[in-house]
């Protein structure tokens, strides 16, 4: 799902300027952010020093609307200055500017990659950045480490005027959402859904159709959306992945996952849907 303001990705910062820029500082999985009691904000100084904290690294994103954008990562111990705090990125993605999260959620997965591929994963030797893309070389043996993306696909299955949705064991209580799993090694995106849907709720699907696509920094994956249509069986729950699924209406929906979530946006798009249709009768 697209960015709202204009993000230029970029490599190489541009000189000469002391204007301000975001900096997204993890701690492990943890980004920093000033904190009060009605909001989070993500530190915008000219550089990082400002804030009196060490970097372990520092990466140029690229531009925010004309705004420098970097990632840092800070070390295991450091404690948060006065009046800001370390938050898990799951925590702040509703409760921050949306365009600045997809920033952050760009910045985090750059530091996890840079943390877990400082060395070589063939031989052994300690890595280089190059210069002119974003990658990690081996000396050595010539590997190029580029950041790891993993894709995974999520889908939106409708039955007349009811949507198949499922509760998964890792979610918040009550909530449920639409089906989503990663794809395997030889799938093509539209067998990893047919088998993904089989496995977790034992139906048959046809008229899959794509939706649209969005980047999830949970921890590295590409959400692949598609919209399905139910084609046979009964709903049989893999109870090692699921706590429950059933079909819903649009105005009979349990809690929803967050709204700039890509799961959200597809059952959004059937709510207007069939409420849009209920109107017109």
């Known amino acids: 799902m697209a ?21 997204f ?49 800070l070390h295991d111990d450091v404690t948060a200055p006065g009046g800001m705090t370390f938050e898990g990125l799951r925590q702040v993605y509703d409760r921050v500017d949306e365009d600045l999260f997809w920033v952050a959620a760009r ?24 210069g002119t893309e974003r990658a990690r070389k081996c000396p050595q043996c010539g590997l190029l480490h580029y950041p790891r993306l993993s894709p995974a696909v999520i889908v939106l299955i409708e039955r007349g005027d009811k949507v198949l949705m499922a509760r998964s064991r890792r979610f918040p209580p009550g909530m449920f959402s639409v ?5 395997e090694p030889g799938e093509s995106l539209e067998e990893a859904v047919v088998r993904e849907v089989k496995e977790e709720v ?24 598609f919209t399905a249509v139910y084609a046979g069986g009964e709903i049989l729950i893999d109870a090692a992945e699921l706590e429950d699924a059933g079909w819903f209406t649009a105005d009979q929906l349990p809690p929803l996952p967050g709204k700039i979530s890509i799961a959200r946006k597809l059952i959004d798009w059937f709510i207007t849907k069939n409420m849009g249709a209920r109107r017109a009768e």
């Open 25 to 73: 500082a993890f701690r492990e999985d943890r980004i920093l952010v000033h904190e009060d009691s009605s909001s989070i904000r993500i530190p915008c100084v000219v550089n990082f020093s400002d804030l009196r904290l060490a970097a372990s690294s520092q990466h140029y994103l690229g531009l925010l609307d004309g705004r420098r954008c970097y990632a840092v990562e």
């Open 107 to 130: 910045a985090v997965q750059i530091v996890e990659w840079e943390r877990t591929h400082r060395f070589c994963g063939r031989c052994g030797v300690r890595t280089e950045p190059q």
């Open 179 to 183: 089906l989503a799993g990663f794809v």
């Open 202 to 225: 034992g139906v048959s699907i046809r008229d899959l159709r794509y939706f649209g696509s969005q980047s999830w920094p949970f921890p590295h994956s590409l959400m692949i959306g």
């Open 3 to 23: 960015i709202n303001k204009e993000f230029r990705s970029g490599m190489i910062p541009p000189e000469g300027t002391n204007e301000a820029a975001w900096w």
